[in-house]
């Protein structure tokens, strides 16, 4: 891991065990971000560099399953520890399956709750995927920092994923149907042309005038990331 203090978003509606968890985190070197509601948690996950998020279950505006759920198929994939205070296993069942990583029953000891959360860290950190480049991009899937011709891009999650897909599969041409299921899922019914929106966003905050842009349209077929 790098020598930047890990950053954790905890979520969670319970202000005293919320301050509590907020506690130990710092005793143990991290920064920490609170937000108290499922909409305010969503918000600040989708748009936060996070190394950890720890979610309630039973939350405010927004339940801590659709937070997760809603995360994942946005394309963010920190890693997520998931809190309940509810007895049996569905709970723990339906968490996993829309995409926690673990899960913790309320109430539980700190060094419980700590083990936990550094063998998340540990796991990522033996998974951490290697920096993408493509001409003058530059893609680091973990850190989710783009730059291009030098300069620093700022991407929505869905824009990330799809460069992220161009550049992990680069020379290689994709239809339409094939970039809608990897990126906005095989369950998407919408209009596909959003393919081609979503392009025309990357190539305006990638691209320069002087210069090609690395994603080209094949015309009649589909979209091929390459450098020439």
Same mark, same amino acid.
């Given at each position: !891991?790098? #020598? ?14 919320? *301050? ?22 969503? %918000? ?13 279950? !039973? ?6 399953? /659709?937070?997760?759920?809603?995360? /994942?198929?946005?394309?963010?994939? =920190? ?9 049996? #296993?569905?709970? %723990?069942? %339906? ?13 539980? %000891? @700190? ?10 860290? @540990?796991?990522?950190?033996? +998974? ?13 899937? !973990?850190? @989710? ?8 891009? =700022? ?11 161009? !550049? ?12 809608? *299921?990897?990126?906005?899922? *095989?369950?998407? #019914? ?9 392009? +025309?966003?990357?190539? /305006? ?14 015309? +009649? ?8």
């Amino acid at each position: !891991m790098s #020598d930047e203090p890990l950053r954790v978003l905890v979520i969670e509606d319970d202000y005293d065990l919320a *301050s509590a968890v907020a506690g130990l985190l710092v005793d143990e070197g991290f920064v920490v971000v609170q937000r108290y509601d499922g909409e305010a948690g969503f %918000e600040e996950a989708l748009h936060g560099n996070f190394d950890v998020i720890v979610l309630d279950i !039973m939350l405010p505006k927004r339940s801590g399953f /659709r937070v997760c759920q809603d995360l /994942r198929a946005a394309g963010l994939q =920190t890693p997520l520890l998931m809190l309940t205070a509810k007895e049996g #296993d569905w709970d %723990e069942v %339906e968490g996993l399956d829309v995409g926690a990583d673990d899960f913790l029953r309320k109430p539980f %000891e @700190r060094a419980v709750f700590m083990a936990r959360l550094h063998a998340l860290l @540990r796991r990522q950190d033996r +998974g951490r995927p290697q920096a993408l480049n493509l001409g003058t991009v530059s893609l680091d899937p !973990m850190s @989710r920092h783009v730059t291009s011709h030098g300069r620093s891009v =700022t991407l929505t999650p869905r824009e990330f994923s799809l460069l992220k897909f161009f !550049m992990s599969r680069s020379k290689v041409t994709h239809t339409k149907l094939e970039i809608l *299921s990897a990126v906005w899922g *095989s369950d998407f #019914d919408g209009d596909p042309n959003i393919v081609e929106v979503y392009v +025309g966003y990357l190539r /305006r905050k990638i691209d320069v005038a002087t210069e090609p842009s690395i994603i080209h349209t094949v015309r +009649g077929v589909g979209y091929c990331a390459r450098d020439d």
